[in-house]
């Protein structure tokens, strides 16, 4: 995986670089599971309100740098994108979620291969999304 840089990724999106946006991309990054809105309320409460929070996770989402994952409880959780591309099916960050009935987490699991899915004739897919539900690495372990 290529290395982040955060500023890097803003500038990019034509996004300004506050510390606020900065602190969130940087935390989101280097977060092994997805993150929900109100874990970053509960590190960001006294920096940032709530709607601040929201609206930066929406201009995240809107300029493809994380993307939305709803858990198992119906909660967005939002998770870094990476610019892999597949050329064989010549599609963009497509994979595999799990969620851990444990602990709640959820997780991206880009290097598991996604089977091709072949729709009827005259169904196009727009958006792509698979889950998988069960016991994660860390449940396990314990
Ligand atoms: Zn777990
Ligand atoms: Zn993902």
Redesign the pocket.
Same mark, same amino acid.
């Given at each position: 995986m290529r290395k982040f840089k955060t500023e890097e990724v803003l500038e990019d999106a034509g996004l300004k670089k506050t510390v606020i946006r900065i602190k969130m991309l940087d935390f989101i990054s280097a977060s092994k599971t997805?993150v929900s809105q109100p874990d970053l309320e509960k590190i960001f409460g006294k920096i940032a309100d709530r709607v601040t929070i929201y609206r930066i996770l929406s201009a995240f989402e809107e300029k493809g740098i994380v $993307?939305k994952?709803i858990d198992l409880h119906g909660t967005s959780r939002f998770?870094l994108?990476n610019d892999k591309h597949c050329k064989e099916h010549d599609h963009h960050?497509e994979?595999i $979620?799990f969620n851990c009935t444990e602990c709640g987490n959820v997780t991206?699991l880009?290097n598991v291969h996604v089977p091709v899915i072949k729709l009827p004739k005259n169904y196009k897919a727009a958006t792509f999304n698979m889950s998988v539900l069960g016991v994660c690495n860390d449940c396990t372990v314990k």
């Open positions: 997805a $993307h994952i998770a994108c960050d994979h $979620h991206c880009d």
